[in-house]
Each structure stands twice: as structure tokens, then as C-alpha cells.
């Protein structure tokens, strides 16, 4: 058993050191396009943050243009099926956008794929955002000068619409109790007028459109 586990041992580290496929983990920047939605309107700041003001029927500029981000993050990934001209990859790739306009936004995505020996990638799996949970699908090429490795990768994360409820906007009045005509005490009670109906607004999100780069050393 022992010497099974050797060999099984041995001949993955061999097919490893014998990979002509790179390893692309490091660095990433880039810029993500976000096509109109709730997300481009609160960047290009026609709707604050946690604000009800999502949630109304939109007017103006609000949801009718796009908006843009710079991102910069790092990617990590680890290998499964290794060893031929194609092998499988997971990776993870953290993101901090919008700090040119004084946001924070952080993102973290998980996704496997394959990569193949020309560096040709592809890879889809769930991405976390203050927007939510959504899907991204990615596609890239690593270009090499020498031992540096450029990969270039472009992530698309689909729109989604949003519902958002607004509750019923209602005035409670408090009337005294009095005592009527005939001398009777009449209690005290509460009227409640409606000033606005319960209703629900759906906004899309917006697609996300990114391009990242990255920078690699082989050894």
C-alpha cells in the first residue's frame, strides 16, 4: 500500500514539473462597465446608498445611463486534472472597485474552468457583491514576453432584476374621549388614514462588463 502511494505520488509530481500550462495566480487590475440599472445610478450618484429613494419610481437621469469602475484585486487558483495540453483550474479573484470615486466596493468570485498549453482560458462560477449573488463567465488569453506572463481576462456577470417593497405610508390620529349630548363618556380612539399604499418597484441591477489584467514571473 505504501509503495502504491509513492508511485501515485511520484508520477503527479512528474506530470506537475513537466506542465507547460502557467500558473496565473497574482495581481489583477482593470475597469468594469456597468450598463444602466440601480448599480450604475448609485456610482454616478443620482441614488445614494441605502437610500429608500431606490425603491420610488425613477425619473431624471436615474437608470437610463451606464457608469464605469476601476478595479484592483488579486487572483489565486489551484490545479485539478494537470499534466496534458489541457488542464482544469479553480480560481479566486478579489476585488476592491470604485476607489477613484471614493467608494469601497468588493467583490469575490469562485470559478472553474479549463486553461489550455496556448493560454487560452475559459471559467464560470458565482460571484458575491454588495449587488448580491450572480453569475460570472469569463474568457482569457495570457500573453507572454519572455518569462512574464500578461494574462487578459473578460468577466461578464448578467443583469438581474430587483424587487423592492415599499410598505404603506399611514397617519395614526389620536381623538380624546369627550362626553356626548346625552351626557355620556365617549373613549378615546385612533383613525389611521392611508397617505400611501403599500406597492413594489423592480429595478434591473445592470450587466457587469470587466477586463482585467494581470502580471505573472514563471520561475
Do not use: C
Request: a negative charge; aromatic letters at 12%.
Amino acid at each position: 500500500m505504501k509503495r502504491i502511494f509513492t508511485t501515485i505520488l511520484l508520477s503527479v509530481t512528474l506530470l506537475s514539473a513537466e506542465a507547460q500550462i502557467e500558473k496565473l495566480a497574482g495581481p489583477r487590475v482593470g475597469v468594469t462597465m456597468i450598463t444602466p440599472g440601480s448599480l450604475a445610478s448609485i456610482i454616478r450618484g443620482d441614488v445614494p446608498f441605502f437610500s429608500d429613494e431606490i425603491r420610488e419610481e425613477w425619473s431624471g437621469s436615474t437608470g437610463k445611463y451606464g457608469a464605469a469602475i476601476t478595479q484592483y484585486g488579486w487572483q489565486w487558483e489551484s490545479r485539478f486534472a494537470d499534466g496534458g495540453n489541457v488542464t482544469g483550474i479553480v480560481e479566486w479573484i478579489a476585488l476592491v472597485g470604485g476607489m477613484e470615486k471614493g467608494y469601497f466596493l468588493p467583490s469575490v468570485s469562485s470559478m472553474v474552468g479549463l486553461r489550455t498549453d496556448k493560454g487560452i482560458e475559459f471559467a464560470v462560477g458565482p460571484n458575491f457583491s454588495l449587488g448580491g449573488i450572480a453569475m460570472v463567465f469569463g474568457a482569457g488569453y495570457n500573453f507572454k514576453f519572455g518569462k512574464l506572463n500578461v494574462p487578459v481576462n473578460i468577466a461578464y456577470v448578467p443583469s438581474m432584476n430587483k424587487t423592492y417593497n415599499h410598505d404603506a405610508e399611514i397617519d395614526y390620529n389620536w381623538h380624546e374621549g369627550y362626553y356626548d349630548e346625552s351626557g355620556d363618556w365617549v373613549d378615546g380612539y385612533d383613525t389611521e388614514t392611508v397617505i400611501s399604499p403599500a406597492y413594489s418597484v423592480t429595478h434591473p441591477t445592470g450587466a457587469r462588463i470587466s477586463v482585467m489584467i494581470g502580471f505573472n514571473i514563471s520561475k
